[in-house]
């Protein structure tokens, strides 16, 4: 065999090795090479995740296996998807068996339409429609430890595969909204999300260098805060920053929001729990 012949083979079985997207493509792992946009109108040319702009260490922590700092916050998850609660006496798995086939898309989906809300509806809700309709539990509140680690442990479940939001249809008007909220001016600084995460993308901001405020990574390990932060404790965090007043997790402002960063995303990754400064 000639060289070239060897080094051709040796690139067929390299790129077949590439993890392949839902629709065919290549996915692009958001850090060594963008995701492209699909959709018309979109703001972005490339899609790149936060881990790109991340400090080396955060990123060591994330890629190194066993050494995650989420791993805890994952293990809690892990025991109560077999821990039996509510009336009904049953557990996440009694009806999800195994969360790596049953929630391996689960983590790509959300927030999305759900019909009798005729609104949306974000993951950790969807857990907390299972307790309260299937298991009669008491729902986990917005922000609690139970509803972080399980959220965290479900969208785990999906990572490496990409995002693929729902913004037509009945989703559609609420991802205007979140896209008007993305766009507008508030707080004392007057500034919109889209000022520091795409005008001043890539641009320092005290010690750490602005991204595109992508939501591909959480729940994300936070290591500034030594802990596990969910998207909606990131939107109160990006508040605070500017002086406008952060709304409740969970929010409807915040759920539509999150719809239209998942589309501003599409195609990047799901990292969770990703590890940031
Ligand atoms: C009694 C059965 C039952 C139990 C127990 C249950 N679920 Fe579900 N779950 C369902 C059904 C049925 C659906 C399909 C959605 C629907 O129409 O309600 C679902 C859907 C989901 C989804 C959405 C999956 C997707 O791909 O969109 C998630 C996430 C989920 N459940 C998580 C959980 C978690 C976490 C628990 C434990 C806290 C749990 N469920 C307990 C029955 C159950
Ligand atoms: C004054 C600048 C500023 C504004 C305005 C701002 N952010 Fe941020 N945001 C930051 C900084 C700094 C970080 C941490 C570094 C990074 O990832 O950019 C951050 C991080 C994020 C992240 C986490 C990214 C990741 O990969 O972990 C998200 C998501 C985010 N912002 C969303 C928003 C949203 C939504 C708004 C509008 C409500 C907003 N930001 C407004 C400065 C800002």
């Known amino acids: 065999m000639t060289a070239v012949r060897a080094l051709l083979l040796l690139g067929v079985v390299a790129s ?3 993890c392949l997207s839902v629709d065919g493509g290549i996915a692009a792992d ?3 090479e963008p995701a492209t946009p699909r959709s018309r ?3 972005l040319n490339e899609i790149w995740s936060g881990k790109r702009y991340a400090s080396e260490t955060a990123r060591a922590l994330h890629d190194v296996s066993g050494e995650n700092p989420a791993n805890g916050v994952m293990a809690d998850g892990s025991l ?11 557990s996440c798995q009694s009806c999800h068996n195994k969360p790596s086939f049953s929630m391996r898309s689960a983590g790509t989906k959300y927030p999305r339409y ?4 005729k609104k949306l509806m974000t993951l950790g809700q969807r857990i907390n429609r299972c307790r309260t309709a299937y298991m009669r539990a008491k729902p ?3 922000g609690s430890k139970s509803l972080i680690s399980m959220t965290t442990f479900v969208r785990h479940q999906s990572r490496k595969t990409p995002v693929r939001p729902q913004s037509d249809g009945r989703a559609n008007p609420f991802f ?7 766009r507008t001016r508030i707080g004392q600084s007057n500034m919109s999300c889209a000022n520091c995460h795409e005008t001043y993308q890539n641009k320092r901001l005290g010690a750490q260098t602005l991204s595109q405020g992508q939501s591909n990574g959480f729940p994300t390990y936070n290591l500034g805060l030594g802990a596990v932060s969910t998207l909606h404790q990131q939107f109160q965090r990006c508040n605070a920053r500017v002086g406008a ?7 409807e402002a915040y759920v539509n929001l999150e719809l239209y960063l998942s589309w501003r995303g599409q195609g990047l990754p799901v990292e969770t729990p990703a590890v940031r400064d």
């Open 16 to 18: 077949t090795a590439i």
């Open 140 to 142: 986990w509140p917005e």
């Open 176 to 182: 205007k909204r979140g896209e008007l909220a993305y």
């Open 114 to 117: 759900y019909k009798p809300w």
């Open 245 to 251: 007043e952060p709304l409740p997790l969970g929010s």
């Open 41 to 43: 109108n979109h703001p």
């Open 80 to 90: 109560l998807w077999r821990r039996t609660a509510g009336e009904e006496k049953k």
């Open 30 to 32: 958001g850090v060594t």
